[in-house]
């Protein structure tokens, strides 16, 4: 079982520019969350999604939106892209959401 | 709003020593809680979970769990080098009907030095 997956693994985008993360699970999981990580700040939740069909957000929504395509797969995306949203952003998921989480590979942006 | 604290280090011991992460929490109704190893550039990997008071050991690592005082804390025996890393520690904390919050601390740098 790979776990949890995300493409790609590395972008660079100029202001402006969209993009979209994909992640992918297969351990049949229900919940699915996007978090991003900066020096000095912790990771902060993006938007989650508890179950199929359902979107929240997180923390620090602004400047994303989430799609869950399916049970499987869960995309981030950057409609117009700032320098602030240059971070490493994780995907993650758990059986349920009380349930603990485990994260995929991560995606490093730069957005110049 | 619910908060999770750690020392945010670095916590510096000699190899073969006894390494001591702690973390408190601020929601007294949390239920759950996790340690996750994090090394540079890498994402968080889970490495224990503990839900009752007490401690829960596996290999190395003992997890401690102490409801009461609202902490939680992981010894790692025997530290290695290999064991280098920032240690998140999460809880989960109940928000009503069927939502539930999980919240990470900032981490802890921990260095096993040779």
């Known amino acids: 079982n790979a776990g949890v997956t995300q493409t790609p693994k590395f972008q660079v985008l100029k202001t402006g520019q969209s993009m979209t993360l994909q992640c992918a699970q297969d351990?049949?999981?229900?919940?699915m969350y996007w978090y991003r990580q900066d020096p000095g700040m912790g990771l902060r939740l993006i938007y989650y999604s508890a179950s199929e069909g359902t979107t929240d957000k997180g923390e620090v929504p602004n400047g994303y939106n989430v799609s869950r395509l399916n049970k499987r797969e869960f995309s981030l995306r950057l409609e117009s892209a700032a320098p602030s949203q240059t971070s490493v952003y994780f995907c993650?998921?758990?059986?349920?959401?009380?349930?603990?989480?485990?994260f995929g590979p991560g995606t490093r942006l730069t957005v110049l | 709003q619910k908060e999770v604290e750690q020392n945010s280090g670095p916590l510096s011991v000699p190899e073969g020593a006894i390494a001591s992460l702690n973390c408190t929490y601020s929601?007294?109704?949390?239920?759950?809680f996790f340690w996750y190893r994090q090394y540079s550039g890498k994402s968080p990997e889970l490495i224990m979970s503990?839900?009752?008071?007490g401690d829960k050991e596996d290999g190395r690592f003992t997890a401690q769990l102490n409801k009461a005082s609202q902490y939680v804390s992981l010894l790692i025996r025997d530290s290695q080098p290999s064991d280098s890393a920032t240690y998140l520690c999460a809880v989960i904390s109940f928000m009503g009907g069927s939502n539930y919050k999980l919240t990470f601390g900032k981490g802890t740098l921990l260095t096993v030095n040779p």
């Open positions: 351990m049949n999981h229900n919940s």
């Open positions: 929601d007294r109704g949390s239920q759950s």
């Open positions: 993650a998921s758990s059986a349920g959401y009380e349930n603990e989480q485990f």
């Open positions: 503990i839900y009752s008071n």
